[in-house]
């Protein structure tokens, strides 16, 4: 399903793979609380989600690059948008800074389609 001959469609995806691994570091503040196994199984399933997210949208983006690109150049947007006032500026570069990155490898992958 992954294999491609387009060097731009492997990058971006290998690299929207990577970013959602990347993302599985935010679960592990769930092992900081003291509560019961239950809870803990609940919560870890819930970070859980932004990654299963991220990697449903690699895959539909590995088969439509434009539709690659336009996803994540709005996801990596609404996030610096609606958290300028809130968070650092270096969260941004660590969250949205590689959904922009995407976005562009996915352009690049869809032009050298065309």
């Known amino acids: 399903m992954f294999r491609s001959s387009n060097k731009w469609l492997t990058a971006a995806t290998g690299t929207g793979v990577c970013y959602a691994l990347a993302l599985l570091i935010f679960a592990g503040d769930v092992f900081n609380k003291n509560q019961g196994t239950s809870q803990t199984i ?3 399933l819930i970070h859980f989600i932004p990654t299963a997210i991220v990697l449903f949208l ?5 088969q439509r690059p434009l539709f690659g ?3 994540f150049a709005i996801n990596g947007l609404v996030y610096i948008i609606t958290g300028w ?3 650092h ?7 949205a800074g590689p959904l922009l990155v995407l976005s562009m490898l996915y352009i690049m992958a869809y032009k050298s389609i065309k």
């Open 42 to 44: 609940l919560d870890l």
């Open 58 to 62: 690699v895959i539909i983006a590995h």
């Open 69 to 71: 690109f336009i996803i």
């Open 85 to 87: 006032a809130n968070l």
């Open 89 to 95: 500026w270096t969260a941004h570069v660590v969250i």
